[in-house]
């Protein structure tokens, strides 16, 4: 019975992951229709970037994730303002997407010159990631549950964003009918700012509190952001809590379906459950068909 | 009218072009013949050289292609990008150190190394496309210090076609070794069955077999197999009870280790790299699998201590070559010369070490072969070498015409007091 | 039989439609350019991996043409189809001991079933979600050639054996550029075909907008599902190339960045046409063989570029090329006559004894359309609330109501555009109830819509064709190869859709976009698209709003026209009362889903409840 909870908090912690990633690409796809191809190497950068910070220039954990975020939250202001803005008038929706590649291909080689091959190892205070407490049977690792408490904390803070502020408000707008709210008044170009600006953080948040977890070398991200590509469309990727919804549900089902699979489809057996979902719920399990196509 | 003109012009084109083309087939067998013939020439020439050794040859002697009164020129495939970069990082660095060690010696026989480094990402097709590159455009000797397995049996087609040795890479599959399909091929690695069998017997050898429990976690690509199968025909194969895979996109092995702990193995073999293997530690202690770990060649260095940190303490680990943290002449020099580069401490680690000792023997041969350097005239010296001291990285090593793997030594090494230590050298 | 050809040739002379051909200008540069490298890859042989690697690349980059630049389908699962080709050939080479003659057919006809197969999720999701459905293949499909160890020597992978063509053995280098040069030329120009086919023309159709192509009657799941198919197959053609330069099949090559790759590739270059799949494989595979002296920074002139060429190149590097293209055509004055449709093609010239239109002298009214207890629920609103009717054969009737009364959802019940819908439909003695819409429309049901649904992309000849496309006598192998009666039928229809054109008053626009056009012609060319298939009956949707009343007033002279001339009965919704009143035989009147009035003009006009509901004072 234990080793059904044990396998299935693991199965969580990795869907943590999977969901706030789910979660910062449902954000912009959402209001701008845009796919961030580059989600997994900014948020790796981010992690870099905290360790660079507290390691190399000396200064406090904390404080050098905050210098982190700002710096992640400034460089997408900037990237955003040069390449997405131009693009999006386009309304074709592909080039944007090459786009993104292409800033993927360039911050990935930045990465490398900057930091080059090596695995580092990501310290916290005290080392709590490596301690492990033991309550009956069931092992919990102490950074295990700081993870847990920053998805909750980064969730409700982006909850609170677009359920409560003018910020969010918009972003609704936009995600609904880019047409009808601009016609409202509402500035396209701040939204889909605010959008980026935000949804980096939250990647940043993920590839900084991951990093103890995959220690800092070049692409740890990237296999987080395919499963959060995989997790948001199993959700739906209209709908932010079934982006974080399908993020926990595709951790749950890696977890138990290497558990229980023979070994040769271990490892397909979660895509495959995922494209049966696909054929059943074409939008995704969260996501209301959108009313009828008018003819 | 006009329209069926151009239809009759364009098939008259194509029949044409279809003839020229079978033409150019004549063309480049001729050509690829009077290749033959002049490294015949010139092996004649260089075994009538060595009859009269010690007098200035008056014969003309034709250099290998790479090969100039003053320099000789390598290539180098490496995963300089990708998430395996630290490799061709380290792999670089190791050639550079032995590079200017060469040079700053004088050269060999007056001539001096250069090597290109060209990026393939750990993907076959560019290592072909390199190969190509060096080999065609750039006129290289020969192919030095590859990594990987898949890589390297892509493009190794294309070096034999082309009379380019390839030298000392960190590749493991069994059929490299065969002499005679891969005459130009030489390494001082041997194949990842010997590793695992040596691994089975040693630890039948100090363990015993009463309640040892064994579990194997690979992956799924060219040598996983070929792991899976050494370790089964070793000693200890019977005590296998649990094979577990892991993928290169892998977050986490707590599923493995899930099914270890339900197996109760004693002992877990893990194929991975460095990182990996500090991950699976940390994930095994988090998950509470208690069982002696041993980690392969690629989980051998010193950032694996650093990232695992305490946990790496008392893990195994299954090496062909000694720790490159190790107290000995040979390894001291290594390291010395490598900081002097600019390395870092997670740059000393076996991607590193076995690149180095392949230059050791690289050098030697080159030296051996004499002033009338060809690719004969290089083989023949480099199956010559015997009881060839490494200062103690490895143990001698011995080639010979039929066999061109210099060492076939597996050493067990535990992590003790945060260092890699040998335990026993030299494990069949 | 040459009569009529030369009728048609020379009617389509006059209107300036270039004929169909069997190869085009652009055949000509393309096979001048395939000879070119032809010609030179002895001289530049040290770059023959490069070189091959990009022949390959581009050749399943036009196999992607297929399914992602015609048809629509954004998959990210075609390198399934290519590792196909790579496994199968390993196979063949070294277990059959058996060469190119072997590989090519069975590699193209394994990875046809397979895209057969793969085709099917395409049915059930749409653009994104299939873009992950395809994803799924492509892992899944990696993982299987993993576990199949016999086919694929799993993680190990199977070595390639000797490149040889019936029994001659060829060396590689030069020559398997060669070969390859020729498979390209097969495989481009075997798309092409279908670019300038009704296959093509229908995945336009079906890509720019699927609601219209099936009302066309088009069979879009069986199009969809062939476009994976015939691009699966090419793209495995590839795969066997593929096989010999790498000379190695290992499966952990071919799993979702490679699709990624050739994806972006086809988009980078242009997914429209086979000059960018060339340029698209050119770009990602030269890019790295000439960085190689700043190998350092490849990821940084390489995305960089990438950057630069979505801003300045949103159609692709084609799409930049054209639009230079085009500039320097402004730019040189030229002496082309202004494109005179009028004087040609006059309506009297309309061939009575066509063989392609039915007869239609001797021909019966066709459009007897029965409706019994329709109904139509949204939720728990009765858009349509028990309507029964019957409009003779060869009448005109109108249908008129307040907004929200129920028209176009009565008009989308029979021709089967909502779901849902009950009741009976009977369409000249055929009952069409719960029928799909394409069988429908096959069976005589016409249509055009409130909001057009055109065609992006497609000019106004194209729509025309669209219809014609059920009577379009050639079938798909026979396209491939552009056989003889290939050209012929296609003449055939271009003949007959330039009449239909010159009847409406488009032809001299038959070359233009249709997003160029204002919209009063657009409204035509949704017509046009509707006469074109020959329909029993022609339900217009509004055709009249927007335009002012002349325009539309002559918009329905030139409809009735040729309603009569094929026979067929029209229904139609309009607001402008006068206008329906002036065609109509008989005018039916919708109030909140149900009729109210039923009978001719004068009737229901004089009708009080009508006046009450609808009309006013």
């Known amino acids: 019975m234990v080793d059904y909870i044990q396998i299935a908090w693991q199965g969580l912690v990795s869907g943590f992951a999977y969901a706030l990633i789910g979660l910062a690409l449902v954000m912009v796809y959402k209001t701008a229709r845009i796919l961030n191809f580059a989600a997994g190497t900014m948020a790796g950068i981010s992690g870099f970037l905290a360790h660079w910070w507290a390691a190399e220039q000396d200064i406090p954990f904390g404080l050098a994730i905050l210098f982190a975020l700002i710096m992640t939250g400034a460089g997408t202001y900037v990237v955003e303002r040069l390449t997405v803005r131009p693009l999006v008038k386009l309304g074709d929706f592909l080039p944007i997407v090459i786009m993104t590649l292409g800033v993927e291909e360039f911050l990935a080689n930045v990465s490398l ?144 379906t290497i558990k229980w699979a023979p070994r040769e489809f271990a490892a397909a057996l979660p895509v495959v459950i995922v494209f049966i979902v696909l054929l059943i719920r074409p939008h995704g399990l969260f996501t209301r068909e959108k009313g009828h196509e008018r003819v | ?39 015949e020439s010139s092996s ?114 294309l070096h034999d076609e082309s009379n380019t040795p390839s030298l000392f890479p960190w590749a493991q599959d069994l059929s490299f070794y065969d002499v005679n399909n891969h005459p130009l091929f030489f390494s001082v690695n041997p194949p990842a069955y010997a590793q695992t069998k040596g691994f089975g017997n040693y630890l039948v050898d100090n363990f015993g077999t009463d309640g040892v429990k064994v579990g194997l976690m690979t992956i799924n690509s060219v040598d996983g197999e070929q792991t899976v199968q050494g370790y089964k025909d070793s000693t200890g194969g019977d005590l296998l009870v649990d094979e577990q895979t892991w993928e290169r996109d892998s977050t986490t092995y707590g599923p493995q280790i899930l099914s270890f702990i339900d197996s109760g193995v004693t002992d877990v073999y893990v194929g991975t790299g460095d990182t990996q293997f500090a991950q699976f530690l940390l994930e095994a202690d988090q998950l509470g699998l208690e069982a002696r770990f041993w980690g392969s060649t690629g989980t051998i260095s010193a950032n694996t201590i650093e990232l695992a940190g305490e946990l790496s303490e008392g893990a195994y680990g299954v090496n062909v070559i000694s720790s490159a943290t190790g107290d000995k002449p040979g390894l001291n020099a290594y390291r010395e010369a490598m900081f002097a580069a600019g390395a870092e ?29 060809t690719v004969e005239s290089f083989v023949a010296a480099g199956e010559t070498i015997k009881d060839f001291d490494t200062g103690g990285i490895m143990r001698p090593l011995n080639f010979s015409a039929e066999n061109h793997l210099g060492n076939n030594d597996v050493i067990i090494l535990q992590v003790q007091d945060g260092a890699w230590e040998e335990l026993v050298v030299g494990q069949e | 039989m ?164 019936f029994g001659y053995e060829f060396s590689r280098g030069p020559t398997l550029v060669r070969i390859a040069l020729v498979l390209m030329l097969i495989t481009f120009w075997i798309v092409g075909n279908y670019q300038d086919g009704r296959t093509g023309r229908a995945w336009n159709a079906l890509r720019t907008s699927e609601t219209a192509a099936r009302a066309a009657g088009l069979p879009v799941a069986w199009l969809k599902i062939l476009c994976f198919a015939i691009g699966g ?149 009765k858009a349509v609330d028990g309507v029964s009717f019957e409009i003779p054969a060869g009448g005109v009737t109108g249908l008129i109501g307040s907004n929200g009364a129920g028209k176009t959802t009565l008009f989308n019940a029979i021709t089967g555009h909502v779901k849902g819908a009950t009741g009976q439909f009977i369409l000249d003695g055929t009952e069409i109830s719960q029928k799909p819409i394409h069988t429908r429309a096959l069976a005589g049901v016409g249509r055009t819509f409130q909001n057009l649904n055109l065609h992006d992309d497609l000019n106004v000849l194209e729509h025309a064709l669209l219809g014609l496309d059920r009577n379009i006598g050639y079938g798909r192998i026979a396209e491939s190869f552009r056989l003889p009666w290939v050209l012929r039928e296609e003449r055939k229809a271009h003949y007959l859709a330039a009449e239909l054109l010159d009847h409406m008053d488009l032809l001299e626009y038959w070359d233009e976009k249709v997003e160029d056009l204002p919209y009063g012609l657009q409204k035509r060319v949704d017509v046009v698209r509707a006469l074109a298939a020959n329909p029993s009956i022609l339900l217009l949707d509004e055709p009249a709003a927007g335009l002012p009343t002349a325009e539309a007033l002559e918009m329905m002279k030139k409809v009735q026209e040729y309603a009569t001339h094929i026979s067929a ?42 006046i009450a509901a609808y009309l006013g004072t």
């Not at chain 2, 050639?95 to 990402?121: K, L």
């Not at chain 2, 230059?359 to 080159?366: K, P």
């Not at chain 3, 350019?33 to 890859?41: F, K, N, P, Q, R």
């Open chain 3, 233 to 381: 197959g090419l793209a495995a053609i590839g795969g066997v190339l593929y096989a010999h330069t790498l000379r190695f099949a290992i499966p952990e090559n071919y799993g979702v960045s490679l699709s990624i790759i050739v994806v972006l590739a086809l988009i980078i270059g242009g997914k429209h046409r086979l000059m960018g799949a060339v340029l698209g494989a050119a770009f990602v595979k030269w890019l790295p063989e000439l960085s190689r002296d700043v190998q350092e920074y490849e990821g940084l002139i390489y995305g960089g570029t990438l950057i630069i060429l979505t801003l300045i190149a949103p159609d692709g590097l084609v799409g930049m090329f054209e639009w230079l293209g085009d500039r320097i055509k402004n730019a040189i004055p030229s002496n082309k006559d202004e494109i005179v449709g009028s004087t040609s093609v006059s309506a009297s010239a309309l061939p009575l004894e066509s063989t392609f239109l039915a007869p239609l002298s001797s021909s019966e009214p066709k459009g007897n359309l029965i409706v019994r207890d329709a109904a139509v629920a949204f939720g728990g609103v």
């Open chain 1, 113 to 256: 010159l900057w930091w080059g091959g090596t695995a580092r190892r990501y310290r916290v205070p005290g080392d709590i990631d490596r301690i492990n407490w033991l309550i009956g049977d069931f092992r919990l690792n102490a950074w295990h549950l700081v993870v847990a408490i920053t998805t909750f904390v980064t969730l409700s803070i982006v909850g609170y964003i677009i359920n409560q502020t003018e910020l969010g408000l918009g972003m609704k707008a936009f995600a609904e009918d880019q047409d009808a709210a601009k016609l409202m008044g509402i500035k396209e170009s701040t939204v889909s700012i605010w959008t980026w600006v935000l949804s980096a953080l939250v990647g940043g948040v993920t590839g900084i509190v991951f990093a103890p977890v995959l220690f800092l070398q070049q692409d740890y991200m990237n296999i987080i952001f395919i499963k959060g590509f995989v997790a948001a469309i199993l959700g739906g990727f209209l709908s932010l809590s079934g982006g974080v919804a399908g993020g926990l549900l595709l951790g749950e089902l890696e977890a138990f």
């Open chain 2, 1 to 39: 009218m006009k329209s069926k003109l151009w239809k009759l012009l364009a098939i008259f084109a194509v029949l044409g072009l279809v003839a020229a083309g079978c033409g150019d087939d004549d063309d480049s067998s001729s050509s690829s013949a009077s290749e033959s013939s002049s490294s």
């Open chain 2, 345 to 373: 401490e997670a740059q000393i680690s076996t991607a590193s070490l076995l690149a180095y000792t392949g230059g050791l023997v690289l050098e030697e041969m080159l030296t051996l072969a004499g002033e009338c350097l």
């Open chain 2, 44 to 157: 004649s020439e260089s075994s009538s050289s060595e009859d009269s050794s010690s007098e200035s040859a008056e014969e003309e002697c034709e250099l290998a292609r790479g090969v100039t009164d003053d320099k000789i020129l390598f290539g180098s495939s490496q995963p300089m990008t990708g998430n395996l970069a630290a490799l061709g990082e380290q792999a670089v660095l190791a050639m550079e150190v032995t590079r200017d060690r060469i040079n700053e010696g004088g050269g060999i026989n007056g001539r001096m190394i250069e090597f290109i480094v060209q990026d393939d990402a750990y993907n076959p097709e560019k290592t072909v496309s390199n190969a190509q590159y060096f080999i065609e455009q750039e006129n290289v000797f020969a192919i030095w210090a590859s990594i990987g397995s898949a890589t390297l049996k892509a493009a190794l087609p």
């Open chain 3, 569 to 610: 009965g029209v229904l139609i919704i309009e607001h402008n009362v006068e206008l329906v009143a002036d065609v109509s035989d008989r005018i039916l009147v919708l109030d909140a889903g149900k009729t109210i009035a039923d009978g001719t003009p004068e009737e229901v006009t004089r009708n009080e409840q009508v």
């Open chain 3, 2 to 165: 040459s009569n009529n050809a030369e009728i048609q040739e020379n009617a389509l002379q006059r209107a300036g439609i270039p004929l169909p051909k069997f190869l085009k200008k652009n055949h000509y540069f393309g096979f001048l350019g395939i000879l070119l490298v032809y010609l030179l890859a002895g001289t530049y042989s040290e770059y023959s991996q490069t070189i091959m690697n990009t022949i390959i690349f581009a050749i399943i980059g036009a196999s992607l043409i297929v399914v992602f630049g015609m048809a629509g389908q954004l998959t990210l699962g075609h390198t399934i189809f290519v590792a196909a080709g790579v496994f199968l050939s390993a196979n063949i080479t070294t277990v059959w001991s058996r060469g190119l003659e072997t590989e090519i057919p069975i590699a193209f006809g394994v990875a046809f079933l397979l895209g057969l197969l793969i085709g099917f999720p395409s049915l059930r999701v749409n653009e994104l979600y299939l873009a992950l459905a395809t994803f799924a293949v492509a892992f899944v499909g990696v993982q299987v050639l993993f576990e199949w160890k016999q086919f694929s020597g799993g993680g190990s992978g199977k070595p390639v054996g000797k490149l040889e063509l």
